[in-house]
């Protein structure tokens, strides 16, 4: 063994913090995209928000400019705002190309600067250019700041919310709970055990924790807090503080006054899986009784609720706001992105003005540039990501032009790797630009990703979506006898004849993902 000296030539795919942030601002939703933003602001003060009212002057300011040049035809689209997509799929659309990195061109801010007072080297060593010096900035941002063509048509919006939409916080289950103890008469020290019990409640309304723990919280008897469990249990909604399901369901035809009946014995002596249809017949014989009648009590168990503190969840509400927008206007689809609420960024110009002053010292020099980079960075990932977002959905919308037209019927096979070929992306960019995003269309709003479907071929040599097989599959299910439901094999023959070919297993595959049961759960008794 020795110790010596080895060269070793290799590869490493390095990504810079530029390149990070570019691939993580890709797969942002639009309300993530918005906080970083903010974040941003916050953090970096070369940063700015251009104002509300700026910005419609600007607009309004760019489009008399047009008006008084004497031309009707609009500019570019600016960062990818408005666009059009081919209407005879011959994929000539105009695709708004991201802005030229500026290498070449030194900033006349910098250009202009005095040397400071004393000789002092700001500017590394002599010879050295320094990388700030490539950035024009004046000439980098004026797309990104351009407030593009935007007529009435585009400024006017009948779908703004209204205040009657304002909510306020909704009524939680414990303080539903909490306010109906403290009016009925209760003891004071009840109070404070059902209080207990109430704080141990899940969203459904079921109590997950035993007597004994809810005991050891006060010291309390346990015969206390099963006489407080009890009155939390006759509280409204009616069955909370229940520990399993047939617990809350008793308690709820007893406020009723229907434990005599015979769907309060169904469900003290039998399990819920006998109370199918197709096991009401053997019930039957065993209880004595007709299956008409066992319907009867089937139907007062149906009407009460099992999980009584779902009315109350506190979950909020998914916002989905779409990306984009895709819209037909004069047998053409038009494409632009939904900016509402998304700030509009500039850069100070205060902050270029202080690096062309003498008495700037060298840390405030650097530290103005180190934000300009980042700044920099990040008006130009925004434009990108508006770019290849662009690029994305102009090609679903030439190829699923059918499925905007006619409805989900007509959605073609389309895989990712069908629009990375035809953009000239990279695979996983197209899949990070799907996630998560929406898009307004004429048939709702839809998750870009839902555009992507397999596809099979039929006996025609047509390409079949495998959505379209799903909703043939659930259509015939619908339409089907209750009596003499249709079993997967027949599913099987009945889309043999109109040219799909299927095996029993993967009609049963699809029927499973939809959530539909088999012909022997379907099959009504009477």
């Known amino acids: 063994m020795s110790v010596k000296l080895t060269t070793n030539l290799s590869q490493r795919l390095v990504l810079t913090p530029q390149l990070r942030q570019r691939i993580e601002m890709l797969q942002m939703t639009s309300l993530e995209l918005s906080d970083l933003i903010q974040q941003q602001l916050l953090e970096n003060p070369v940063l700015e928000e251009v104002p509300a009212q700026e910005e419609k002057r600007e607009i309004e300011e760019h489009i008399l400019d047009q008006l008084a040049s004497g031309t009707n035809e609009p500019d570019a689209p600016a960062a990818g705002e408005l666009g059009s997509a081919s209407s005879n799929g011959s994929g000539d659309a105009p695709l708004v190309e991201a802005p030229p990195l500026a290498t070449d061109v030194t900033a006349d801010v910098l250009e202009t600067a005095p040397a400071p007072e004393g000789g002092e080297e700001t500017e590394g060593e002599p010879g050295e250019r320094d990388s700030f010096e490539e950035i024009d900035f004046g000439r980098e941002f004026q797309e990104y700041l351009d407030p593009g063509y935007k007529t009435q048509e585009w400024e006017y919006k009948d779908d703004e919310p209204t205040f009657e939409q304002f909510l306020t916080r909704p009524v939680s289950l414990t303080d539903h709970l909490t306010e109906q103890l403290h009016l009925n008469d209760v003891p004071a020290q009840l109070i404070e055990i059902a209080e207990a019990v109430i704080g141990n409640l899940d969203p459904d309304g079921r109590v997950n924790a035993t ?96 999980y009584p503190g779902r009315r109350y969840s506190s979950d909020e509400p998914i916002l989905i706001v779409p990306e984009v927008f895709i ?165 099987v023959k009945i889309l043999l004849k109109e040219g799909i070919r299927l095996s029993r297993r993967t009609v049963a595959k699809y029927r499973d993902q939809m959530s539909i049961p088999g012909s022997r759960e379907r099959k009504a008794v009477i």
């Not at 003290?268 to 009648?293: D, F, I, Y």
């Not at 990108?384 to 994305?392: K, S």
Request: proline share 3%; glycine share 4%.
């Open 211 to 306: 007597n004994e723990e809810i005991a050891a919280l006060g010291n309390w008897p346990e015969s206390l807090v099963e006489e407080a469990r009890q009155i939390v249990m006759r509280l409204d909604p009616l069955g909370c503080g229940a520990r399993d399901v047939r617990e809350c369901l008793l308690v709820q035809l007893e406020a009723c006054g229907e434990l005599e009946r015979l769907a309060a014995q169904l469900i003290r002596e039998h399990a819920l899986t006998e109370l199918q249809q197709h096991k009401l017949p053997n019930l039957s014989k065993q209880l004595g009784v007709s299956v008409e009648t066992l319907l009867k009590e089937l139907e007062v168990i149906r009407a009460l609720d099992p």
């Open 327 to 491: 819209e037909k206007i004069d047998e053409e689809y038009v494409i632009y992105f939904h900016d509402d609420g998304s700030p509009r960024l500039r850069l100070n110009t205060g902050y270029q003005q202080m690096l062309g002053q003498p008495d700037t010292s060298k840390e405030t020099r650097d530290f103005i540039k180190d934000k300009m980079r980042s700044a920099v960075d990040l008006l130009r990932n925004i434009e990108h990501r508006r770019q290849t977002i662009y690029r994305v959905v102009d090609c679903i919308v030439r190829r699923q032009r059918e499925f905007l037209d006619k409805g989900v019927q007509f959605i073609k096979p389309m895989m990712l790797k069908d629009v990375a070929e035809e953009t000239g992306m990279h695979l996983s960019t197209i899949s990070r630009v799907v996630n998560r995003k929406y898009a307004h269309t004429p048939q709702g709003v839809i998750e870009l990703r839902r555009f992507f479907t397999e596809g099979m071929t039929n006996e025609e040599g047509e390409e079949v979506s495998t959505r379209i097989i799903k909703l043939r599959i659930k259509k015939l299910i619908e339409e089907e006898d209750t009596h003499n439901p249709v079993t997967d094999d027949q599913i």
